[in-house]
Each structure stands twice: as C-alpha cells, then as structure tokens.
C-alpha cells in the first residue's frame, strides 16, 4: 500500500509502500528491497522512519509480551508499545527502566532512538537495560547482546533503524512498590537559578526535569520550574493494587488553523502556566501517568501546531560549555520565535554506541512551530553554537540538519558507516533521515 508518512511533527512527508511483516522471515524477505526502513508508532519528529519511493516496514505485528521473571528480565516483541509492556508490568512490580516523554513509543523504536528519559544522570538511557536482541539484516539474523557481537549490537541504538529491523528485544525492568511518584517542584526566577539548583541537588532525585519560559526577557529569561522525583515506597491511599496510565481519553479533532501557537498565546500560556506553579512543594504524590507523559492524555496533540507542522529541535552540551544553554536561550527570546514547550535536563555519562545522542552535560528541546521566518537562520546559528560546544543534536528529533553539521557533531559516523556496510553491503537500508544527512557514506 502506498502511503504518505511523515514524523510526529508533520513535516517533510514522502511517499513509500507499507508493509507489516510480523515473522523474521518475513522481515528479512523485504529487506530484499533497493530502499528500506523500520517504522514504529511514528514519534520520531522528523524523517528518520519513512522512505521516499522504497519500503517502510510497520513492526506491530511484533507484539508478543513474554512473562516477566522474578529478576525483571522480560522478552518481548520490537513493535510491543511502552503504554502496551506497561499495561502489563506496573500491576506486577514493575516499570520500564528509562522512558522518554510518551509512552507511545515502540520498544523497536527506543532501541533505534536509544530513548532517554528523565532518569538519564542516574540510569543512563535504554540500551543500558536492554540485555539481548534479535536483529534481522539483509545478510540474516543476529542474536545481539553486549557479549555476542557486542560491535554490532552497540552500533544499533541511535542509528535509527540503519543497522536492520529489530524483532525482538530482552529487558530489564526496573521494581517499584507503587503506581505513585512523588514529586518536588520549585519555581525559579531566571535561568541561572535553576541551572544552580539541577547541579547541586539532582543527584538526591531518580528523576529531574525543568519547563523553561524562552519567551522570557531580561531578568525574567529562562525562568523555570523544577519538578524532581522519585517512585514512592508504598502504595498511596486504600488501594494496593498499582495501576497502568488509563489510555487518552481527549483527543484534538481536527487541524488547528495556521498561526494558533504564536508569540502572543505562547508568551500569555506561559505566564499563566509559570504563576500556576508552586514556590515550592515537597512530596506531592502524582501517578505514573502524569510525571511521566502528560501529553499523552491529549492524543493527536500535533495537531495543535497547524498545517506546516513544528520543528523539535534538541540539542546536548558538555558541563563545561553550560553556556551554550543560556545563549541558545538569549537567541531564542530575543528572536521572538516562539516555542512552546522546552525542557531542559542533566545527563549522565553516555554508551558505547558511535550514534547514540547523550553526552554528560545538558540537553534542552525546543518544540518550535514552523511558520516564522527567522526560523531556519536561528536554527543554523544554534547548529554552529553547539557544535563550538562540542555538543550535538538528536537524530531522532531531527528535520533539517545539514551532512557537514551532522560530521562535526557525531565524529564516530565514519565508524558506524564501515560496520553497517558489513551487514548490508548492497546499502538496501535506509531513510529520507539517511538520505538528506548521509549518513551512510560516513
């Protein structure tokens, strides 16, 4: 069937065919096709799962969820949903290890994003719980773990599905008590106050993450509110039982018109929201739902943005260029292209993988809509900022990088590029993400 396939942020759509092969030999006889890519629930933001004129291989049919053992090890399907394994594990004891902003997300798709979450200073991301994998490529299937091949099963978080579709995928799970996550907020006045508070105090936290206000000038710029957790100890209330995230029940029903999300609403939504907060609150209890993927109670959320859809722009920096971070900000404010959601957070030390996005530091994301016209320039400007910083940006959110950015950013690409040419020589994998970037030419 062919079909238009875009990201989550609604741009840069291509024509492909789509195909749901639900065994591995089904999966490696597609991979017999000139240009072929992975997709999972299609939250990648730009055009890194859809491949204009090839092949798009949908993983649903991937959806067995094994028992999960008494150590939190579980085997499960490549196209299982977090909402899906969550479903099923939190009323047992248990939550997946690192979890990015939605559950939405299939476990095929973390392994290729090499998702991070809010826990990254402390747990890493996805591949440091991911203890064995089922690869298939077009030169066969590989049974991966950090011993058996441990090259190849590295080079596959972050590549974005460059190294073959993965079928299957054996993790570890992370024990809880509760359904409940108790949560620290604090409100901050400007951005060095809370980059101050993050360095100081995440360490005491599983879990930080800070809403930023770019839409702040002067004294008030980067004004921010904290919220830090951890899962609770025990059940909250009456109830022992622990309970999944209920599914969306509010949906956007159509399109927003062009222009809905503009400095003016942004700017008053960000001040109602800021003085919506608390100074400071200690030990509020919050279900998992909505600590971890309040968006996802408003399904369709995308559609907010408009026709032309919105840029995630994201972008990671080493402690020593924290900086980057204020004059990213500055830029923003000043250009007065707005964004509706950024967040920043600290990361922890990062993996073996050449295309994984972490690096100790931090990271912010922008969510900007595309519209104004300062835009792309403010973009290029923080490509060269962060790459001054020795920083980079994060493939799985890309739509609009150039290939001489992408090698300043990720100098292992060369690396990565030999290894995948040795499981798929003919290059039958690839993407409109691969294309535009080239990242197969290293």
């Not at 006045?189 to 800070?210: F, T």
């Not at 399109?255 to 960000?270: D, K, S, V």
């Not at 090698?407 to 994998?429: K, N, Q, V, W």
Request: charge should be neutral.
């Amino acid at each position: 069937m062919r079909t238009r396939l875009t990201g989550w942020g609604r741009t840069a759509g291509s024509f492909a065919q789509l195909d749901a092969p639900a065994t591995e030999e089904a999966i490696a006889a597609a991979l017999r096709a000139p240009a072929v890519i992975a997709r999972g629930l299609g939250r990648s933001y730009g055009d890194a799962a859809q491949v204009g004129g090839g092949l798009v291989l949908d993983n649903a049919g991937l959806n067995a969820i094994g028992p999960i053992g008494p150590d939190g090890l579980v085997t499960l399907g490549a196209g299982v949903s977090i909402e899906d394994l969550l479903t099923v594990a939190i009323p047992q004891g248990w939550f997946v290890p690192v979890t990015p902003g939605t559950r939405q997300v299939s476990i095929g798709g973390a392994v290729a994003a090499d998702v991070h979450g809010k826990n990254h200073h402390v747990d890493g991301s996805f591949a440091r719980h991911v203890r064995a994998m089922r690869l298939v490529t077009p030169t066969g299937v590989h049974a991966l773990s950090p011993e058996v091949e441990p090259a190849l099963f590295w080079a596959t978080f972050g590549a974005m599905g460059l190294t073959g579709v993965v079928s299957e995928v054996t993790l570890q799970l992370l024990a809880i008590a509760s359904d409940q996550v108790l949560v620290d907020t604090d409100r901050y006045d400007d951005l060095d106050e809370v980059m101050a508070a993050m360095v100081e105090g995440d360490d005491r936290y599983r879990y930080s993450v800070a809403w930023v206000d770019c839409m702040a000038r002067g004294r008030r710029m980067g004004r921010s509110i904290l919220t830090r957790g951890d899962h609770a100890s025990a059940p909250a209330g009456d109830d022992p039982t622990n309970h999944a995230p209920r599914a969306a029940r509010l949906a956007v029903p159509i399109t927003a018109p062009p222009g809905l999300l503009n400095p003016a609403t942004i700017t008053a939504f960000n001040e109602l929201w800021f003085r919506a907060a608390p100074r400071h609150r200690v030990g509020e209890a919050q279900s998992i739902g909505s600590f971890f993927h309040p968006l996802d109670g408003l399904r369709d959320w995308n559609r907010l943005y408009g026709p032309r859809g919105f840029v995630q722009y994201q972008f990671a920096v080493p402690d020593d260029a924290a900086e980057t971070v204020t004059t990213a900000i500055a830029r923003l404010s000043a250009s007065r292209v707005p964004s509706f959601l950024a967040v920043l957070k600290r990361f922890g030390p990062g993996d073996p993988a050449p295309l994984s996005f972490p690096q100790p530091g931090w990271t912010l994301a922008l969510d900007l809509p595309v519209g104004p016209a300062r835009l792309a320039a403010l973009l290029d400007e923080l490509d060269e900022l962060v790459i001054a910083a020795r920083g980079r940006v994060y493939l799985a959110k890309d739509s609009r990088l150039s290939p001489q950015h992408v090698r300043a950013m990720y100098p292992r690409l060369g690396e990565f590029a030999a290894l995948a040419d040795t499981i798929d020589p003919e290059r039958h994998l690839t993407s409109d993400l691969a294309r535009r970037l080239r990242l197969r030419e290293g």
